[in-house]
T-cell receptor, first 112, second 115 residues
Framework: ELKVEQNPLFLSMQEGKNYTIYCNYSTTSDRLYWYRQDPGKSLESLFVLLSNGAVKQEGRLMASLDTKARLSTLHITAAVHDLSATYFCAVKNSNSGYALNFGKGTSLLVTP | GAVVSQHPSRVICKSGTSVKIECRSLDFQATTMFWYRQFPKQSLMLMATSNEGSKATYEQGVEKDKFLINHASLTLSTLTVTSAHPEDSSFYIC???????????FGPGTRLLVL
């Protein structure tokens, strides 16, 4: 069974600080996705990481993928309040028609 | 990017009734559509995978006779919750992918409340 684990599940951080969210998964995969979800809304795609060593950056967020360690990170630089949301990582599951297995999500709150 | 719509966005129904949720890919042909369910403050859980013109594949624990999925065309999949009960109240999100299966495009979700 493909398992996807995120940590931390809850994160409260001050504006201006840096932090990293971790995503581990249990089986071989070279496709990892990061999504953002605001309360009551659907998912917004942030990053698609397609190969080992992939690094992508958008604004204050940077995601990386290490397929050998089965680990992805989402790094937040100089957090601002607008980044408050829940962040999910997901891995494609070839046993389920390429559906996504999601982590439990990291609920991020950025405070002044 | 590709757009996926869902209708309705919110629905309130009485226990025992059936509710149909539509998922449409607006500007691409969706070979595969996925239905997820998300309970409050939890992650998304895959319910079923549907391919156009064939029967849906349900995940373990999801009753196929209760959650009827029809994927009659390359742009439309429907999920019907039959004989809904309060415990079916949830946020239902569909996603769609094209032939390359690389990217899934998520719909805006349907919030179902069963009284």
């Amino acid at each position: 069974e493909l398992k996807v684990e995120q940590n931390p599940l809850f994160l409260s951080m001050q504006e201006g600080k840096n932090y990293t969210i971790y995503c581990n998964y249990s089986t071989t995969s070279d496709r990892l996705y990061w999504y953002r979800q605001d309360p009551g809304k659907s998912l917004e795609s942030l990053f698609v990481l397609l190969s080992n060593g992939a690094v992508k950056q958008e604004g204050r967020l940077m995601a990386s993928l290490d397929t050998k360690a089965r680990l992805s990170t989402l790094h937040i630089t100089a957090a601002v309040h607008d980044l408050s949301a829940t962040y999910f990582c997901a891995v494609k599951n070839s046993n389920s028609g390429y559906a996504l297995n999601f982590g439990k999500g990291t609920s991020l709150l950025v405070t002044p | 990017g590709a757009v996926v719509s869902q209708h309705p966005s919110r629905v309130i129904c009485k226990s025992g009734t059936s509710v149909k949720i539509e998922c449409r890919s607006l500007d691409f042909q969706a070979t595969t559509m996925f239905w997820y369910r998300q309970f409050p403050k939890q992650s998304l859980m895959l319910m079923a995978t549907s391919n156009e013109g064939s029967k849906a594949t349900y995940e373990q624990g999801v009753e196929k006779d209760k959650f009827l999925i029809n994927h009659a065309s390359l742009t439309l999949s429907t999920l019907t919750v039959t004989s809904a009960h309060p415990e079916d109240s949830s946020f239902y999100i569909c996603s769609a992918s094209g032939q390359d299966r690389e990217t899934q495009y998520f719909g805006p979700g349907t919030r179902l409340l069963v009284l």
